[in-house]
């Protein structure tokens, strides 16, 4: 099991940024076998989408959306994944959620409780 932790949500005016920390924890074995790392966001009323992803080697992607003023990082030594965003429009009010993932077909896939994120105009 990985347990995942949000924090360093909260309510900033359009163009401001915020950065998100998602520390995570669990077992050797099970941290080991985690080879992505993904941010999703769902706001009220739609669907749940992914907005960025970093794997194990630090390759990372977003959507496209974000691209451009969201960065995601990540550092190993403290088992901690960021999102820095950058720019916020009230579009992005949502909440984020942090996501843990073996991998396509492995089912070894865990969430965080979520983060609120409100960027007012």
């Known amino acids: 099991q990985v347990q995942l932790v949000e924090s360093g949500g909260g309510l900033v005016q359009a163009g401001g940024s915020l950065r998100l920390s998602c520390a995570a924890s669990?077992?050797?074995?099970?941290?080991?076998?985690?080879?992505?790392y993904r941010w999703y966001r769902q706001a009220l009323g739609k669907q749940r989408e992914k907005v960025a992803i970093?794997?194990?080697?630090?390759?990372?992607d977003y959507a496209g959306s974000v691209k451009g003023r969201f960065t995601i990082s990540r550092d190993s030594a403290k088992n901690t994944v960021y999102l820095q965003m950058d720019r916020l429009n009230p579009e992005d009010t949502a909440v984020y959620y942090c996501?843990?993932?073996?991998?396509?077909?492995?089912?070894?896939?865990?969430w965080g409780q979520g983060t609120q994120v409100t960027v007012s105009s």
């Open positions: 996501n843990a993932w073996r991998g396509p077909g492995t089912g070894l896939d865990y």
């Open positions: 669990g077992s050797t074995f099970s941290m080991d076998a985690i080879n992505y």
């Open positions: 970093i794997n194990k080697d630090g390759t990372t």
